[in-house]
């Protein structure tokens, strides 16, 4: 079992920037691949990003390319989001979620079996 727990949201200016963390309890997070998603208001939960459970495979939704980046920190048992150049349109809640398959960089949900609560992120014009 796995607990993770976002932070970091807020409210930023368009072309600003936010890191989102997402702290994870137990011993076993390196093992894991870890995701994240983001859900705007009345559209469906979208892949933003991944990592491998080294840090060795990265992959991004192509509309966040350049602007953000998925790090980790396994010593810390913490999974970062840095994102810059924020736009109106990254506005959402966005959820940290653990993947059993370590090596994995899927964008399929149903690859993720534990999930945080989300953070709101929202960015102004």
């Known amino acids: 079992q796995v607990q993770l727990v976002e932070s970091g949201g807020g409210l930023v200016q368009a072309g600003g920037s936010l890191r989102l963390s997402c702290a994870a309890s137990?011993?076993?997070?390196?093992?894991?691949?870890m995701g994240w998603f983001r859900q705007a208001p009345g559209k469906e939960r979208e892949f933003v990003a991944a990592?491998?459970?080294?840090?060795?495979?990265?992959y991004y939704v192509d509309s966040v390319k350049g602007r953000f980046t998925i790090s980790r920190d396994n010593a810390k048992n913490t999974v970062y989001l840095q994102m810059n150049s924020l736009k109106p349109e990254d506005t959402a809640v966005y959820y940290c979620?653990?993947?059993?398959?370590?090596?994995?960089?899927?964008?399929?949900?149903?690859?993720?079996?534990?999930w945080g609560q989300g953070t709101q992120v929202t960015v102004s014009s």
């Open positions: 979620a653990a993947a059993l398959r370590g090596y994995s960089v899927s964008d399929d949900l149903k690859e993720y079996r534990y």
């Open positions: 137990g011993r076993t997070f390196s093992s894991y691949a």
């Open positions: 990592i491998s459970w080294n840090g060795g495979r990265t």
